[in-house]
């Protein structure tokens, strides 16, 4: 058993955490990384960046090696009788989108974090936190069998949706919250090279019934699309739904379309959403990205909160706080709470079997959707900055300040 002592130890190597250990190691600290997986494991995700997500890339100077691959210019919706075509709006977030395999996108973060100069432990698992008077004090990382004990100053926890770790240190999801479950697969495709991202609101199954859920398929210039579907949930109303069945049965009704094969690589995973979790920070360590529910609940997105939480988790190091418990989920609050917390109020009418059929037809049909639905994506991808002063802006931030007033005391990172 070695011991090890260092400013900031990570855990978790997916976009958050190598972020993370980026920023922390460009602000001059020791830096270690541990994961569980192989640099470059997979996720099951739908592979797309929106403009968000590419900003927080540019900050890193990691943005030029995705969008010189491929850019795409924003979502096409389709469904009861319409298509939508909504261009990410122009914002302090830019206008390019883009899309690549996590195996490569996740490989290429970690990669720059170990150039940056953290170190990085691969098929390294962190185990037993010891926690003294809310202090980390020390972890245990076992690493082809072999245990190390890892003191640091400052412990941040990126380690996804399952939070193994973070729970251990208290960490607590609310089911009673909208939360996203959803399938991915990876399938050849003659329009790998199609500039937008496709999402398909209006599923059917071989009886022509509505089901409840929502499809897409993202472009990645490689020759395949990601190719996924699914549906919003709460533990009243779970979303009663096999999402790699339908994975499959969308995959058929879209195979002409997009010159699809076969789906391959099929795997289903759950997405926390909009903060809807506790118990996120002690006194020298903070819980980040999906471990923190850092997901859009009204598009799913999730990479994009992974990297500005990395981002602002690292300002708080030298910020000279003694204690982390409360400055946190704080932070997570007043940077994400009220835009969160109106999409997840938003997104639990999506968990009605009832209302896409009524409103879908209405929304992405005609004129109305023409001018409804690209507000409707901007507003659904959260790129609304604090200085947009637009009249859409402002009733967003009005709805956000009411819902936030209403729901006071729902489960929001406390
Ligand atoms: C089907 C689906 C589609 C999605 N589509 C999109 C999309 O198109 N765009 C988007 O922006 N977001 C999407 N998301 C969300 C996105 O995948 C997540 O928000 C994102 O992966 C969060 O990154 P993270 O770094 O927080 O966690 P992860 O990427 O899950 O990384 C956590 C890492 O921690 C490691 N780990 C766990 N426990 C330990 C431990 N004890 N010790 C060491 N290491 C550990 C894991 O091995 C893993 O590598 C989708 C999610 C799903 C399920």
């Given at each position: 058993m070695s011991d090890v002592a260092v400013d900031v130890l990570v855990v978790g190597a997916g976009p958050a955490g190598s972020a993370a250990a980026l920023h922390a190691a460009r602000a001059g600290h020791e830096v270690l990384v541990v994961e569980?997986?192989?640099?470059?494991r997979d996720k099951t995700c739908g592979d797309g960046l929106t403009p968000r997500a590419i900003h927080q890339l540019e900050r890193l100077g990691l943005a030029d090696a995705i969008t010189s691959h491929y850019v795409n210019h924003g979502l096409k919706l389709h469904g009861y009788g319409g298509d939508v075509t909504a261009p990410?709006?122009?914002?302090?977030?830019?206008t390019l989108g883009s899309a690549m395999p996590r195996t490569a996108f996740d490989e290429y973060l970690a990669r720059a974090a170990i150039a940056g100069g953290a170190t990085v432990w691969d098929n390294a698992t962190a185990t037993a936190p010891d926690v003294i008077d809310g202090t980390l004090t020390r972890v245990t990382v076992t690493r082809s069998s072999v245990e190390s004990t890892v003191r640091a100053r400052w412990v941040i926890v990126?380690?996804?949706?399952?939070s193994t770790f973070g729970r251990q240190l208290g960490r607590e999801w609310h089911r009673g919250e909208v939360y996203g479950i959803a399938a991915r697969s990876y399938v050849s495709s003659s329009?790998?090279?199609?500039?937008w991202m496709h999402s398909h609101v209006e599923l059917r199954d071989e009886d022509d019934t509505i089901l409840p859920g929502y499809g897409w398929i993202f472009p990645l210039?490689?020759?395949?699309v990601n190719l996924g579907c699914g549906a919003l949930s709460t533990?009243?109303?779970?979303?009663?739904?096999n999402t790699k069945k339908l994975l499959a049965h969308y995959a058929r009704q879209q195979r002409t379309d997009w010159g699809l094969g076969e789906p391959e690589r099929v795997t289903s995973a759950m997405l926390p959403m909009?903060?809807?979790?506790?118990?996120?920070?002690g006194r020298n360590w903070m819980i980040i990205g999906d471990a923190a529910a850092?997901?859009?609940?009204?598009?799913?997105?999730?990479i994009d909160y992974g990297l500005e939480m990395a981002e602002h988790a690292v300002t708080l190091l030298?910020?000279?706080?003694?204690?982390?418990t409360d400055v946190w989920p704080q932070l997570l609050r007043d940077r994400y709470g009220e835009a969160f917390l109106l999409a997840r109020t938003a997104a639990?009418?999506?968990?009605?079997?009832?209302f896409l059929p009524a409103v879908g037809p209405l929304a992405l049909r005609g004129p109305v959707g023409a001018r409804l639905m690209p507000t409707a994506a901007r507003l659904m991808a959260n790129l609304?900055?604090?200085e947009d002063r637009d009249l859409m802006a402002r009733l967003w931030r009005a709805a956000g300040g009411t819902v936030s007033a209403v729901r006071r005391g729902t489960p929001l990172w406390s």
């Open positions: 569980a997986g192989p640099l470059g990410w709006p122009s914002s302090a977030y830019g990126a380690d996804g949706v399952r329009r790998s090279d199609d500039p210039a490689d020759g395949t533990d009243a109303r779970p979303a009663r739904l909009g903060g809807a979790v506790s118990g996120v920070a850092g997901v859009n609940p009204l598009n799913g997105e999730g030298d910020a000279g706080y003694a204690d982390l639990r009418l999506l968990t009605y079997p009832k609304i900055t604090d």
